[in-house]
């Protein structure tokens, strides 16, 4: 039985210095001055030029400063670093540990590339890494993971975790916009940045796969090995044909053992998924992630995924937690050891395949002999009315087969002269326990 | 900051016996059975009659008893309490406290009831009393509301917590099936009992909501405080008015602190939601719970609600949970003193008023002029067609008002000659934020 021997006055309690004063920042400074978690005392604010960040709600002894430097030497018990990107995040979330201060952050980049090693240097100093807003911002996922569903053993991580992306294909599904236009309307509401990359190419949710994979599969992953592939090429046509299918387009993030967990499988790319499925009914810049285990089935856990405040309750969560528990329990929160698992690229699904042509007779045999050769059977092939001949879209869907299969039928098909653009490949999450609420017990 | 100091070898590890294996405890054993959670050993299990219950692949080092008593003097470290219902239970528990056990347990009547009394004798003797099973199942709910939000303020809490009902009303809504039918086939399939009548009724929800009140509103409530209707008044034509509104029928348990927070409104009752809401798209006998914060706005959690394996996952997590930290934190899981706090009955909201009437003419004036003589604006009138005119249901929906004044109205109305049976009425939670998962963001 452990004996805890407490050096403070009052059970839990802690203070605080924030590095990075921006929306997320002022928001857990917000959520602090309101009051509503006494235990928790903001001291300190680091940023560059802090004069013009300076705010009187914060509270009167709060100590403003330029100087990181100044946070470490100060006797602040955590560190929440939210400057973002790699760069001196990373330094600076060491130093901070270094010096046997806790640290929260919400930054996924550092975690994910990263958090293997400061994670042991965290258990090294008897202090707390937490980052549960890196992922899924106001979800409580990570803790989900790890203590909610601590119980089963889990198989599988599915969601949709990138809110910008997910605006875009919502309003493409909703309100028939091309992908330029949905994200002109994202850029004019804030959901995306002007340079949106990082986003519609699935690099952010990747990043956040990665630490998933980490706390609910235990295993290490490097980052860039898990393939993403962008949501550009997904046309307004493309939700027509969904439809048909009874699916709609999302931005998947999925990861999933190999059966005898020797493996694993892992990506991020967009997909169609079943209209009645959990991760189709996310609509707008809203989160879900869907955890599979070996004995409690499927949780979905879903909420706001970016955003200021949800992301700041997730800070101040970390910080409640540490407040609560000074010492971290000795097991670790990410496997923080243990060489990169390997991810496997290849995949079996049902596949959906929307070619552009110059319409011309032979063309479905053409592609059906190709497929064909390669051992794949052809599902449907399914055309809408009202499309001029010269740029004809018509898809064939796949029944299950490897996407190397695919890959190879496609590299075949690459040759003909009908293509007016190259086709655009989507795998199918049709598996009926695919984030599938239905209407049936399982 | 405190020091730990660790008295076992390993970080983390503890002995189980468990006391009652019926399905859930059977489960519990399977999963501990498996490997997958080293640090957790089974040693005990008590049970009337043990010898017919007694499996070999439990472990053979697993010591089988009759007696309760034979558990509290064993040197196990926790006792899982599955026996279910008040008594014994509730006394097992306070002397495997006393004899300072941690006690895991999946007895939502128990903890309804006296969770407050157990929580501070657990915590006088420095062990823990945890119950993620006792609320939804396989959802880590407790624990995302204790940690997983604690940033946050909550001001709201509604879900879907009796996987029988939901079973009913899905069936009802999908199939077009009568109560009865619906009922009928889910006794088949074993979602309901013999005497369904806890769950139809809302007994059983209205426990599981006290609970969430408890942990995640800081407020102890009465459990027989919180009004609890049936859902056996909803009939077929109901959810085809519902589906003309927009909605769907779910029995809603709900809770929300009023904008002072010096009240709680609290009810289980059905209630009609949008088909876009969070609420209607938990099928089947899945369960979810919906929290609205004051700073993070809704997150959702929802997965299987009951059966053996997801409850026993809930159990594991917590088991893991006392083999990671064998002494709780110094602040409680429920609020462990507390005179109860009183439960408002009055609420406003729209209204769904179905009538079964024998027609003739006038009656619609008749019953306009009783709401508009309680203050109440009508806001539609749908009648479908097809139906005989000696048993005519139509309904009128309410603007928002007092359930006070519909109450009233109905008193009043219930004076006429053309009421076949009594009018069905139900609340309708459309409000936006209400569970809702829009296309927009918020």
Not at 338 to 351: L, M, Q, S, T
Request: charged share 20%; net charge neutral; glycine share 12%.
């Amino acid at each position: 039985m452990n004996v805890v021997i407490a050096d403070r006055p009052a059970p839990g309690g802690c203070t605080v210095g924030i590095a990075g004063f921006g929306t997320v920042g002022q928001a857990v400074a917000r959520i602090l001055a309101s009051g509503a978690h006494p235990g928790v005392q903001l001291t300190h604010v680091c940023n560059r030029n802090v004069a013009r960040k300076r705010v009187d709600w914060a509270g009167g002894e709060v100590v403003w400063t330029d100087s990181f430097q100044a946070l470490i030497d100060s006797p602040v018990d955590v560190i929440v670093e939210l400057i973002g990107g790699q760069d001196p995040a990373r330094r600076w979330i060491e130093q901070a540990l270094a010096a046997g201060k806790s640290v929260v952050t919400a930054n996924k980049q550092v975690i994910a590339g990263s958090g293997p090693a400061l994670l042991r240097e965290a258990r090294r100093q008897g202090r707390h890494l937490l980052f549960e807003a890196a992922v899924a911002g106001g979800i409580p996922i990570l803790r989900g993971l790890r203590d909610g569903v601590a119980g089963d053993r889990l198989r599988r991580i599915q969601g949709i975790l990138n809110g910008t992306c997910n605006y875009i294909l919502t309003r493409m599904e909703c309100a028939g916009l091309s992908f330029d236009e949905a994200l002109s309307e994202a850029r004019r509401l804030g959901y995306a940045e002007a340079d949106p990359s990082a986003d519609v190419d699935g690099y952010d949710a990747r990043a956040k796969l990665a630490i998933l994979v980490g706390v609910g599969l235990g295993r290490v992953v490097d980052v860039e090995d898990i393939p993403a592939e962008p949501i550009t090429p997904v046309a307004a046509i493309d939700f027509i044909y969904a439809r048909r299918l009874g699916c709609v387009i999302r931005q998947v993030a999925r990861a999933e053992l190999t059966p005898d967990a020797g493996g694993l499988h892992a990506a991020v790319r967009p997909a169609l998924v079943p209209e009645a499925s959990a991760l189709a009914r996310v609509g707008g810049s809203r989160n879900i992630v869907v955890v599979d285990g070996e004995f409690g089935g499927e949780t979905a856990f879903s909420g706001f995924g970016a955003g200021g405040a949800p992301t700041a309750v997730a800070v101040v969560s970390d910080l409640m937690a540490i407040a609560r528990r000074p010492a971290p329990a000795p097991d670790g929160w990410l496997p923080a050891s243990g060489e990169p698992c390997p991810v496997i690229r290849a995949f079996e699904a049902p596949h959906y395949i929307r070619f552009m042509i110059n319409d011309r007779p032979g063309i479905i045999a053409s592609l059906a002999q190709v497929f064909s050769h390669h051992g794949i059977n052809v599902d449907a092939v399914l055309q809408e009315p009202g499309w001029p001949k010269t740029e004809l879209p018509f898809v064939m869907t796949l029944e299950s087969c490897s996407s190397v299969s695919v890959a190879a039928a496609l590299a075949d098909a690459a040759g003909f002269d009908f293509h007016v653009r190259p086709p655009l490949w989507l795998p199918m999450r049709v598996d009926r326990s695919n984030g599938t609420a239905g209407s049936s017990p399982a």
